[in-house]
């Protein structure tokens, strides 16, 4: 049996060993409750401070700002409910093109009557119209709740969160960024930006899955998300998730320590897999902005519409070759895409190949060369 190749890892990613050699000491020895006073619980508060402090650091941020999760879309809800609850919002700009975590909240909230939503335009090449965004802020003096992806999960386009927290200061709105895409892959500089909330999941830069981060812009007082228990700052109760907290510090920190490096050779890759596309495959295509303002990990490509490319993801699984169609968060749904639905692209068979430190050239040329018998 041919070994596996993986491109899909804007789904998830594979543990980095160091990550999970710093992890597994909490697995036996350190076992204690965090929440116990004697010497096995103190270890792991400890320990848990520790991996706090490490994250502020890389994303500039103050410790009491940073708040564990499960994952990004628990933060990205609790941002999103925040906003509506505590902080007074009545209404939300966001986009067509969102994950899903952002777009089933935010339709449930305007469902119940809590707030309208009103979804900003997007350009032809994929990014949203930040000039779209300012003329609806300044039509309304409604507290409005912003909430938009710095980088888009399926089409891999970055927006300008810098400018967007600057029009949310300017119309005294509330700004939720949903980073998750980001964190672990590109330096970000929390006091540089005017943001009230940012998102992101260990899992997506080699890290173990189940672990998140919330941050809370130290301006916000928002009440406890979960309730029953002091944990995190009284914010989060339930026993903390120890090993990833820890995992999740790890892999922040190796990320950053190796960015430069492991950017530009992850950027190789994916343009040594767009010019051998182009070279082999006619009438191939590519969404959003590839060369332009994009995410070096991903590739959306669209293929010819035929029978067969209908089949190119079962396919390319039959070879050992990992893809998929856009978003992993559907639980294996087969149905199409939302984003490339909301930029009307032309009929296409959608496959999205995204990068990590473990993929190599001999990778790519293998998929060429599958690619050349299904398409």
Request: with cysteine.
């Amino acid at each position: 049996m041919a070994a596996r190749i993986y491109f899909d890892n804007a789904a998830t990613t594979p543990i980095d060993p160091k990550v999970f050699e710093a992890m597994t000491p909490y697995f036996t020895e350190h076992f204690g409750n965090p929440s116990s006073i004697y010497s096995y619980g103190r270890e792991n508060r400890l320990a848990i401070e520790k991996a706090r402090k490490s994250v502020a650091t890389a994303l500039h941020a103050h410790p009491s700002e940073i708040f564990f999760t499960s994952g990004g879309t628990e933060s990205s809800n609790t941002a999103i409910f925040a906003a509506i609850k505590e902080l007074g919002c009545t209404r939300i700009i966001s986009s067509p093109i969102e994950h899903h975590a952002t777009l089933h909240t935010c339709h449930f909230i305007a469902g119940k009557g809590d707030a309208c939503l009103e979804f900003v335009k997007i350009l032809p090449n994929g990014h949203v119209d930040l000039n779209d965004l300012e003329l609806k802020l300044s039509s309304s003096s409604e507290k409005t709740l912003i909430t938009l992806m710095h980088a888009n999960n399926e089409i891999g386009n970055i927006t300008n969160i810098k400018r967007i927290g600057e029009l949310a200061q300017q119309y005294n709105a509330v700004f939720h960024a949903d980073t998750v895409q980001t964190v672990g892959h590109f330096p970000i500089n929390l006091a540089e930006i005017n943001v009230d909330f940012i998102t992101g999941a260990s899992h997506k830069f080699h890290g173990p899955k189940g672990v998140g981060v919330l941050y809370i812009n130290a301006n916000n007082k928002v009440n406890p998300f979960i309730h029953g228990g002091g944990q995190e700052r009284n914010m989060r109760a339930g026993t903390e998730n120890i090993y990833g907290i820890v995992g999740f510090a790890k892999a922040l920190e190796l990320a950053m320590q190796n960015h430069e490096a492991e950017h530009a050779e992850i950027a190789a890759l994916k343009s040594y897999l767009k010019t051998s596309l182009e070279e082999n495959i006619k009438g191939v295509v590519f969404n959003g902005d590839p060369e332009g303002e994009s995410l070096y990990t991903v590739l959306s490509v669209g293929f010819p519409r035929t029978e067969k490319s209908d089949m190119l993801l079962f396919n390319l699984d039959i070879r050992n070759i990992c893809v998929s169609g856009g978003s992993a968060c559907s639980s294996g749904a087969n149905q199409g895409s939302h984003v490339i639905n909301a930029l009307q692209l032309p009929e296409q068979s959608t496959v999205r190949f995204s990068f990590s430190k473990y993929n190599t050239r001999q990778e790519v040329d293998a998929v060429i060369e599958a690619l050349k018998e299904l398409v």
